[in-house]
């Protein structure tokens, strides 16, 4: 059965600073991965999709996100974050009819 | 722009009570889902449609949940007998790819969600 996991629950960087945040997948078959951001009261939005091709994705708002097929991990990254950035964020992977099995998520904090 | 829009934004009601929460797609979308979103958890799928088709009512957790989408594009998912573990926001997502065949599909763009509190 097709999952993911989140490891951290919140993630602390200070503004300006590189921020990772993780995810790790099980699943058979090709995965197809994605990553959606939830600000409070508010839907999730898109970030970015890795289906196939290169190994580092890019996506909205200067994020993107690093495939590893050996580690079976997916780790979202942004090279310089911003207070604006903070923000529950979740990893997911499409399984059977397309439905999206999401992680548990893990909240951002970006400290001025 | 118009995105995915759910109505009402808030519910409350009483241990019991019938709800119905509305969901537009994307015009032209022909894939909707339904997700239940706990506090504090990722969204768990309940339902999913191509079309006014429902394929896929896995994760509906009892057969009090009942959803429906007879024109292939508004849906409704409907809850009876409203239970407090009910109490979730529920999302409403849409997608421009089909179930059959081909490639992955795109991405699935999100409403805003119904906050369900049953009292």
């Known amino acids: 059965a097709q999952s993911v996991a989140q490891p951290e629950d919140q993630v602390n960087v200070a503004e300006g600073n590189p921020l990772t945040v993780k995810c790790t997948y099980s699943?058979?078959?090709?995965?197809?991965l994605f990553w959606y951001v939830q600000y409070p009261n508010r839907g999730l939005q898109f970030l970015l999709k890795?289906?196939?091709?290169?190994?580092l994705v890019k996506g909205s708002y200067g994020f993107e996100a690093e495939f590893n097929k050996s580690q079976t991990s997916f780790h979202l990254k942004k090279p310089s974050a911003l207070v604006s950035d903070s923000a529950l964020y979740f990893c997911?992977?499409?399984?059977?009819?397309?439905?999206?099995?999401f992680g548990q998520g893990t909240t951002l904090q970006v400290k001025p | 722009g118009a995105g995915v829009s759910q109505s009402p934004r808030y519910k409350v009601a009483k241990r019991g009570q019938d709800v119905a929460l509305r969901c537009d797609p994307i015009?032209?979308?022909?894939?909707l889902f339904w997700y239940q979103q706990a506090l504090g958890q990722g969204p768990e799928f309940l339902t999913y449609?191509?079309?006014?088709?429902?394929?896929?009512k896995s994760g509906l957790p009892s057969d009090r949940f009942f959803a429906e989408r007879p024109e292939g594009s508004v849906s409704t998912l409907k809850i009876q007998r409203t239970q407090q573990e009910d109490s979730a926001v529920y999302l409403c997502?849409?997608?421009?790819?089909?179930?059959?065949?081909?490639?992955?599909?795109?991405?699935?763009?999100f409403g805003p969600g119904t906050r369900l509190t049953v009292l």
């Open positions: 997502a849409s997608s421009s790819r089909g179930l059959a065949g081909g490639p992955a599909y795109n991405e699935q763009f």
């Open positions: 699943v058979s078959g090709n995965p197809y």
């Open positions: 890795y289906i196939t091709g290169d190994n």
């Open positions: 997911a992977v499409r399984a059977l009819a397309g439905k999206l099995i």
């Open positions: 015009s032209g979308h022909v894939s």
């Open positions: 449609f191509q079309n006014e088709a429902q394929l896929d």
